[in-house]
């Protein structure tokens, strides 16, 4: 991220928190949705995140990332909503042993959510509609008016962009 | 993980790629897969983060004048300046109260005062609608470790006007409010019936 944007955001320029949190948000509402498990608490999660990101922004080091700065605040966020909410309930809650999903998985989550939301538009229809919605090229061509050969480059070039973008997830070899 | 074309199509989950060859891609795949990891934050989340930075920065370049104002004017001078910008600028912490999933279009703000006979929270409330005869709106804090505290009752039905709730407790200890939905005669426990949450957050996070 640009330190310039950075030191904006810090200030509390309004353009700069906009694309902070458009660039963000995204990552940071899955990552969020993966703990807590309910769009509401997710959705306050998120808010906290960003106002608490802003008001520790005077101790950040711009020149450090701040995706991995962003997950500690809001996993951090997260978790303590799931905790006040479970601890605060009046209804019994019976532990079904699921632990939910590992701080592992929470980062692989988040980490591919960023990289998702950095390819172009086009490229991330086609992820989405083909693992999400679960689509064949053909069917993806039909749903957007395209060439299926059209539908393959896109896809192809949309999995190797991901590969980069998460490439720091490489398991030793 | 390699960024060639066998990858990529491995990753694509295409035909001649079956799972199983690599852990890290199948766990990607599994992930884009999953509906949480498409989910998008409500539309009202950025403008309240907004709204929320704005109120705070306005409260921050109070503070700043302040810090500077008594050094250039003395002791008189700030004096009658704090006055002056007690009347131009808000006093008091802001919490953004946000409704549930039970009551979605719900927003307000608590704005707490500490006083000699404990905190003063005044609360007000957007489309949170009267209370259901039988039922009332309870106001409580909640510490971290779970413990909640009421702050007060009140059910809206004579309209929307701000309501001013008492904390007997340090809300820096309990820094979670709710506001919950209550049945009369029920007790005293706090109800599941969550309407509306906000949090008073650390200022060093």
Do not use: C
């Given at each position: 991220m ?5 030191e904006r ?6 353009e700069?928190?906009?694309?902070v949190y ?5 990552a ?14 997710a959705a ?14 005077e101790?950040?080091d ?7 700065w962003?997950?500690?605040i ?15 309930s009046?209804?019994?809650?019976v532990?079904?042993a699921?632990p939910g999903?590992?701080?592992d998985?929470?980062?692989?989550v ?6 998702v ?6 490229e991330?229809?086609v992820?989405?509609m083909?693992?999400f919605e679960g689509?064949?090229?053909?069917e993806?061509a039909?749903?957007?008016d395209?060439p299926?050969?059209?539908?393959k ?11 980069v973008l998460?490439?720091?997830?490489e398991?030793?070899? | 993980?390699?960024t060639d ?5 491995y990753?694509a989950?295409?035909e ?7 852990e890290k891609?199948d766990a990607?795949?599994?992930i884009l897969r ?8 409500p ?13 705070e920065?306005?409260?921050?370049v109070d ?5 500077w104002?008594p050094r250039?004017a003395?002791?008189?001078a ?6 002056a910008?007690?009347?131009i600028w808000?006093?008091?912490t ?9 009551m979605p279009?719900?927003s307000?703000?608590a704005?707490?005062?500490a006083?000699?006979s ?12 009267p209370?259901e005869p ?12 779970g413990e909640?505290?009421?702050i007060?009752t009140?059910?809206l ?11 007997g407790?340090?809300?820096n ?8 939905v209550?049945?009369e ?9 969550i309407?509306?949450r906000?949090?008073?957050t650390?200022?060093d996070?």
């Amino acid at each position: 991220m640009d330190s310039e944007v950075f030191e904006r955001f810090r200030s509390g320029d309004e353009e700069a928190v906009k694309w902070v949190y458009s660039k963000f948000s995204g990552a940071v509402f899955a990552l969020s949705l993966n703990i807590v498990r309910d769009r509401g608490r997710a959705a306050d999660a998120t808010q906290q995140t960003f106002i608490k990101a802003w008001r520790a922004a005077e101790s950040f080091d711009p020149t450090r990332a701040i995706e991995p700065w962003l997950y500690s605040i809001a996993r951090r966020t997260a978790i303590d909503i799931y905790r006040s909410e479970r601890r605060g309930s009046a209804v019994e809650v019976v532990d079904t042993a699921d632990p939910g999903p590992s701080l592992d998985r929470i980062w692989e989550v988040y980490q591919v959510r960023l990289a998702v939301d950095q390819l172009s538009d086009d490229e991330r229809e086609v992820v989405r509609m083909s693992h999400f919605e679960g689509f064949t090229h053909p069917e993806i061509a039909e749903r957007l008016d395209i060439p299926v050969g059209t539908v393959k480059s896109r896809s192809h070039r949309a999995h190797k962009h991901l590969l980069v973008l998460l490439a720091h997830l490489e398991e030793p070899s | 993980m390699n960024t060639d074309d066998r990858s990529a199509g491995y990753l694509a989950d295409w035909e001649g790629h079956p799972s199983g060859q690599s852990e890290k891609l199948d766990a990607t795949r599994a992930i884009l897969r999953e509906p949480k990891t498409w989910a998008d934050p409500p539309a009202d989340v950025e403008a309240n983060v907004i709204a929320s930075i704005r109120a705070e920065s306005v409260k921050a370049v109070d503070t700043s004048w302040k810090g500077w104002v008594p050094r250039l004017a003395g002791v008189a001078a700030v004096a009658l300046i704090a006055v002056a910008l007690m009347a131009i600028w808000p006093t008091g912490t802001r919490i953004d109260l946000i409704g549930t999933e039970a009551m979605p279009l719900a927003s307000g703000v608590a704005t707490l005062d500490a006083t000699d006979s404990g905190w003063s929270i005044g609360v007000s409330l957007t489309d949170l609608p009267p209370a259901e005869p039988g039922t009332y709106y309870e106001g409580w804090v909640w510490s971290d470790d779970g413990e909640g505290v009421s702050i007060g009752t009140f059910h809206l039905r004579g309209g929307n006007d701000p309501v001013t709730l008492w904390a007997g407790v340090d809300v820096n200890d309990y820094p979670s409010i709710w506001i919950s939905v209550q049945t009369e005669g029920a007790g005293n426990e706090v109800s599941d019936q969550i309407v509306m949450r906000g949090r008073l957050t650390d200022p060093d996070e």
